[in-house]
């Protein structure tokens, strides 16, 4: 038996299982079958509880727990509400709707599952209208702060549909997490904004809707969506609403105007950014100076960012005269930009002069470590380390280098492979006492791995513990991926039974990378067992990686029909196979030797390209247009060869050479000669076998003729795609 998750101690009532990340039993005792279940057990209540009289039951319970409660004694109003959980009637409205909101007030793990197992109860009784506006959107608020984003996003929702209005400070808070988290977290910010604000444009009353109503932090918080997304057609859209709710642009805004520019690619439209804060009359802040800094680096444009801090270090304020004249040659206007509306300054800019800063700014260490990450990524390691040395001696302490600095150094050097001197950076930390936080030891369990050095990452783990910092989600991923590099699939999943038995919730990247280690050591069950408790996780979203990891697993093996069983499954769920997907499956037939599928799978990709009626895919049919690989191709055409199918092999042929991948002529060539140089030599077919091998004869010297090997095509005309359009005919 293969057991992912230890056997955990029995929860008490003091900590019910979490909404976020419940500890589930995986039980491998069945090939074929996978159970799953929360490590819950019934509460037994106190037989003591039950010795009270009905009015003290409907009215005592009530009064104790709402005076716990005014106490701020809220552990203490837990126990008493788990106490009789199971032999009293609900409380009221009131004293749920307050314990709800002051266990989401204290803003820990212990206290948010706690308040999850309220809502459970509520929602399981058909209940939640006894909970009022504030408690679940206290709720949302601590759910979205502790990383729970999709749980703090269906409160929302869920208020929405049940007619409650929350709070702005609560939906925007969510609206934010969601606009910096991955895959659709973006996309989904902006679906819940637009929510919102509709439920607030039906309303006419505008006393009911006022705590509700977007403030300038929410459309700050939306806006930041739109720059992660590079849609600055929307961010204009929203940009000019602002003024129907009396909202005004801040220094925030513009802060997030400088991201859209950076992933616009408009560098040329940075300093104007500047000078619109500036003409506004919008104080400025270290964060503008900072996020200036951080689009130059991004862009590659060092220069230009140390002429920015340079000309802070010497207390300058024409800074937009300096950044002007290293933009004069590249500011390029277009009549129909959005850019022009957002940034009218920018439109006939040669006509003003540049403004002037209020005031000096001086450099902070931020500042210095954001050029630093630019010396890394340019592999300037050595300059990098001159300014950290510079940065000790400088004489303001806002300036002296912090953890971010010195990570940045450790990053350096791990990207170099430097260990040894990334390890020394680290001492010196400890040294000077500024102390080392979570990402800096990632960052060398990293390297270490990378190295392949497991055992020195195990200790670094253990290091960290031993000094107060927890490994988080990212400290396992890392260390599980370091497993598979050495092929130990078995320490992949102690670490992810570790993981889980500390309370950390897998994310996406964990279930892959453990399915990766199971696929890697030909444990495809393995593999798909582990994708189907990812399927039942509500915190994680699966995607096509997913899907295709599942695939390859199958694909590895040569299990075809598993693995296009995974496919039909992906269908059905809303996923198209992609190249990867098909390069999976592709390797799959060429090793299990079914050069059949072959043929199958290379109509569905003739299709997906366009070539099945000599059109293009139709997009409005919902099937993506594919553009095929050499991987994918060149497998398809080496099975065919084989296979001597000669005029599929010519079709792929056709494709690749169509979309501009060279056919390896000297690899088909050997094969046909080594496989099929003596076909059709036979003297002694019958005449009706002799006429059924026609056609097949007939495609083999046009590919003997494509290869250039001796064949009948010599000496007369002949086209490449006369085979193809004879077979289309056939067809």
């Not at 994708?531 to 390859?552: I, S, T, Y």
Request: charged share 25%; glycine share 6%.
């Amino acid at each position: 038996m293969t057991t992912l998750l230890p056997p955990t101690p029995t929860p008490t009532p003091l900590s019910p299982p979490s909404p976020f990340s419940q500890n589930l039993l995986f039980n491998f005792s069945s090939p074929s079958t996978i159970t799953c279940k929360a490590t819950n057990s019934p509460f037994q209540p106190n037989p003591t509880s039950l010795i009270t009289s009905k009015n003290q039951s409907l009215t005592s319970p009530n009064n104790t727990l709402l005076t716990l409660l005014q106490q701020r004694k809220t552990d203490e109003a837990w126990l008493y509400y788990t106490k009789n959980l199971e032999n009293q009637e609900l409380p009221n409205p009131t004293c749920l709707s307050r314990l709800v909101s002051q266990l989401s007030y204290q803003n820990s793990t212990v206290s948010l599952r706690r308040a999850q197992a309220i809502i459970q109860r509520l929602r399981n009784e058909r209940q939640l209208h006894r909970l009022d506006a504030n408690s679940l959107g206290l709720l949302a608020s601590a759910a979205a702060k502790g990383g729970h984003v999709l749980y703090a996003c269906s409160i929302i929702k869920s208020m929405l549909k049940s007619g409650y209005l929350p709070h702005v400070k609560a939906w925007s808070s969510v609206v934010s997490r969601l606009a910096n988290s991955g895959d659709d977290g973006p996309i989904e910010a902006l679906r819940l904004f637009g929510s919102v604000i509709r439920r607030v444009r039906r309303l006419s009353d505008l006393d009911m809707v006022k705590h509700t109503r977007p403030d300038t932090a929410a459309y700050n918080a939306v806006l930041n969506a739109c720059a992660n997304l590079g849609d600055k057609n929307r961010f204009l859209e929203l940009f000019d609403e602002m003024r129907e709710f009396d909202c005004e642009p801040d220094v925030l805004t513009y802060n997030v105007m400088i991201k859209l520019c950076a992933r616009g690619d408009r560098k040329d439209l940075l300093v104007f950014v500047l000078e619109r804060i500036i003409e506004k009359g919008i104080p400025l802040c270290m964060s503008t100076f900072q996020s200036l800094v951080a689009a130059y680096v991004g862009f590659g444009d060092l220069v230009t960012a140390e002429k920015v801090v340079q000309a802070m270090r010497e207390g300058r304020r024409d800074l937009c005269k300096i950044l002007r004249e290293g933009n004069v040659d590249e500011v390029c206007l277009d009549d129909n930009d959005v850019f022009d509306k957002l940034l009218p300054n920018s439109v006939n800019w040669r006509d003003n002069e540049p403004p002037e800063l209020s005031r000096v700014f001086e450099p902070n260490s931020r500042m210095y470590t954001t050029l630093m990450k630019g010396y890394m990524n340019a592999g300037r390691v050595t300059d990098m380390v001159r300014m950290l040395e510079a940065m000790r001696h400088l004489g303001d302490s806002e300036s002296h280098p912090d953890h971010v600095t010195y990570t940045t150094v450790i990053s350096a050097f791990v990207k170099q492979g430097l260990m040894d001197r990334a390890r020394e950076v680290l001492a010196e930390m400890v040294r000077i006492g500024v102390p080392a936080n979570r990402i800096t030891y990632n960052i060398l369990i990293k390297g270490y791995c990378q190295q392949l050095h497991i055992d020195r990452a195990e200790e670094l783990i253990k290091e960290m513990i031993d000094t107060g910092i927890e490994p988080d989600v990212v400290s396992y991923n890392t260390i599980i991926d370091g497993c598979i590099l050495v092929d130990d699939s078995a320490g992949a999943l102690s670490y992810f039974n570790e993981m889980r038995a500390r309370g950390i919730g897998p994310t996406k990247v964990s279930y892959t990378t453990l399915m990766k280690a199971f696929a890697s050591s030909g444990q495809a069950k393995l593999a798909n067992k582990v994708f189907d408790e990812m399927l039942k996780d509500p915190r994680v979203k699966v995607d096509l990686v997913a899907w295709n990891m599942l695939v390859d697993a199958y694909s590895k093996l040569g299990k075809v029909e598993e693995a296009k069983n995974v496919i039909e499954r992906m269908k059905e769920n809303g996923f198209y196979p992609n190249v990867a997907t098909y390069g999976s499956l592709a390797n799959g037939i060429a090793l299990a030797r079914k050069p059949g599928e072959a043929l199958l799978l290379w109509n569905e990709v003739r299709q997906r390209c366009g070539m099945g009626n000599g059109e293009e895919s139709n997009p409005s049919s919902g099937i993506p247009p594919l553009e095929p690989d050499e991987g994918l191709l060149d497998t398809l055409a080496d099975i065919c060869v084989r296979a001597a199918f000669f005029r599929k092999a010519l079709e792929i042929v056709a494709c690749m050479e169509q979309h501009g991948i060279p056919p390896n002529k000297t690899k088909f060539t050997r094969i046909y000669v080594e496989m099929h140089s003596r076909m059709f030599t036979s003297k002694h077919a019958s005449r009706a076998r002799q006429d059924r091998r026609k056609e097949r004869k007939r495609a083999a010297e046009a590919f003997k003729f494509w290869l250039g090997l001796p064949n009948s095509y010599y000496g007369s005309e002949w086209r490449l795609d006369s085979v193809i359009e004879d077979e289309y005919r056939s067809e």
